[in-house]
């Protein structure tokens, strides 16, 4: 079933979900401050719109509050990351899937209600190890 996804940011994170999305055959916003981003995002999403993601205003203008499923990929920039997460808890986005920088802005994040929190280095690091040291493996 085609589902509709929000990605703000994109970064390498943000872009390789939006792509895999998009090529389910899912819709999928793209949203980032960047207008060069934005541009090539208009390859792999069925929608990109350059906006900052800290305004609120902007995301009403969005339509934000339209999406069931939003994914806050926005890296170093912890402050935005944590004020985007903010404004779309307050428009009473159902799903707001988040990508934290480090234990502290996990933990604020948590507080302020995302409702998944990922670490995509460390959650790598660990299925790598896991697979590693999986019985599936061959020795060679
Ligand atoms: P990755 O590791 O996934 O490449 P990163 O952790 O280095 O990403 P950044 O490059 O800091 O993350 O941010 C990812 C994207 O988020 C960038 O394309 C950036 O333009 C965008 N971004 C940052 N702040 C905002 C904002 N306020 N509104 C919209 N987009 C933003």
Not at 109 to 125: N, V
Request: proline share 1%; net charge negative; with cysteine.
């Amino acid at each position: 079933m085609k589902k509709q996804f929000a990605i703000i940011g994109l970064g390498r994170f943000g872009t390789s979900i939006c792509k895999e999305l998009y090529h389910m055959g899912h819709e999928v916003l793209a949203i980032d401050k960047d207008e060069k981003k934005v541009e090539e995002a208009n390859q792999f999403a069925t929608h990109a719109i350059y906006a900052d993601a800290t305004d609120e205003a902007s995301l009403i203008k969005i339509g934000i509050r339209n999406f069931e499923h939003v994914i806050v990929a926005i890296g170093e920039d912890i402050q935005a990351s944590i004020l985007c997460t903010l404004h779309l808890k307050d428009l009473d986005v159902p799903k707001v899937w988040v990508k934290a920088q480090n234990s502290y802005h996990h933990k604020v994040l948590e507080k302020i209600g995302a409702d998944r929190i990922f670490h995509p280095e460390k959650d790598m690091g660990n299925r790598i190890a896991e697979f590693l040291t999986s019985e599936k493996v061959l020795d060679y």
